[in-house]
């Protein structure tokens, strides 16, 4: 009906009604909190819906949690790249550490010019506030976060480190492999994920074949020590005492044959202004969150395998950290 005044069709909006007008708010959160837990397909089935009005309804859902999110004003943020697709498809994830959630999803790769988007969408007034950076050893990511925040301490992240260090441990033990023959060989095959995995995590049959492995190997077990006890640069509450640590540490490699190893050293030597960063107080920041939000994000995708909607996939990526309304 026109209005009498104006003349012009009008359409009441009731409070109570989804953006879906045949569903209540009410039951689009209902939906909403069921798809924080399980599959869009499940869901469907269990309250009798299509694909597409379960996917609607959680993304006006999570969209209503981003909006009574808290204020973006970070202090120490974490930064990483996240492979959304096969082929080198990535994008990138910044995260508040001190908030414990990501806060910006974005780019179109991971080069300088994407991350230079992070620092667009936040602004220069809370640019200026930034503190603290955690991020791996690419280039690009320290490039842009100079150029835009040069007061920013950057830290290189612990695990991304880590990760390094484990490749170079397999890398003896596949130059192992190849310089044994007969049965030796039997100790190291089929041993990768034993020697890589902490021995922590490792089960009494693990531990066993672990403790085999290293009685009959010496350079092996060389190698394995000193991937044990890396760890302990992160202690270190002075530089120099982290710096003392590391040169005992490197000089262990002396005489052991174990070139993978002597260049993770050097990979060391050229970051350590990164590395040696975490060591003062105040940038005792949780550098195990950007990993936590990396598995997060894996199994976001692989409950949401095929699924093409990007936008679906930022919101779940923000929203993942967030109390549910």
């Known amino acids: 009906?026109?209005?009498?005044?104006?003349?012009?069709?009008?359409?009441?909006?009731?409070?109570?009604?989804?953006?879906?007008?045949?569903?209540?708010?009410?039951?689009?959160?209902?939906?909403?909190?069921?798809?924080?837990?399980?599959?869009?397909?499940?869901?469907?089935?269990?309250?009798?819906?299509?694909w597409d009005q379960v996917k609607d309804l959680e993304k006006q859902y999570m969209q209503a949690i981003l909006a009574k999110a808290p204020a973006v004003r970070p202090r120490a943020i974490g930064i990483d790249e996240v492979a959304i697709r096969k082929r080198h498809t990535y994008r990138i994830v910044v995260s508040d550490l001190e908030a414990q959630r990501p806060i910006w999803f974005g780019g179109t790769g991971r080069k300088e010019e994407d991350l230079d988007q992070f620092f667009a969408w936040l602004g220069p007034v809370k640019t200026v506030q930034l503190e603290i950076a955690v991020m791996d050893m690419w280039k690009a990511f320290r490039n842009s976060?100079?150029?835009?925040?040069?007061?920013?301490?950057?830290?290189?992240?612990?695990?991304?480190?880590?990760?390094?260090l484990g490749e170079a441990l397999d890398a003896v033990r596949k130059s192992e492999y190849q310089r044994l023959t007969g049965e030796d060989r039997a100790y190291i095959k089929g041993q990768k994920y034993t020697l890589l995995s902490a021995r922590a995590n490792l089960d009494l049959e693990g531990r066993q074949a672990?403790?085999?492995?290293?009685?009959?190997?010496?350079?092996?077990?060389?190698?394995?020590?000193?991937?044990?006890?890396?760890g302990q640069l992160w202690s270190y509450r002075r530089e120099g005492n982290a710096r003392r640590f590391f040169e005992h540490w490197r000089a262990q490699l002396k005489w052991q044959r174990l070139p993978s190893y002597q260049k993770f050293a050097a990979m060391i030597e050229r970051h350590w202004d990164g590395i040696a960063a975490y060591c003062c107080p105040e940038n005792k920041v949780s550098l195990g969150f950007v990993e936590g939000v990396n598995n997060k994000i894996r199994v976001i995708q692989r409950r949401a395998y095929g699924l093409r909607d990007e936008e679906y996939l930022r919101l779940k990526i923000l929203t993942a950290f967030l109390p549910e309304l």
């Open 1 to 50: 009906m026109a209005c009498r005044r104006c003349g012009k069709v009008k359409t009441e909006r009731l409070e109570w009604l989804a953006e879906n007008p045949h569903f209540t708010r009410r039951f689009a959160c209902h939906v909403g909190r069921l798809c924080r837990d399980m599959p869009i397909k499940r869901v469907a089935a269990l309250l009798h819906l299509t």
């Open 145 to 164: 976060t100079t150029r835009h925040a040069p007061q920013v301490r950057t830290i290189f992240d612990k695990f991304h480190i880590l990760r390094h």
């Open 210 to 230: 672990l403790r085999k492995l290293l009685k009959a190997n010496r350079r092996l077990q060389t190698a394995y020590l000193l991937r044990e006890s890396f």
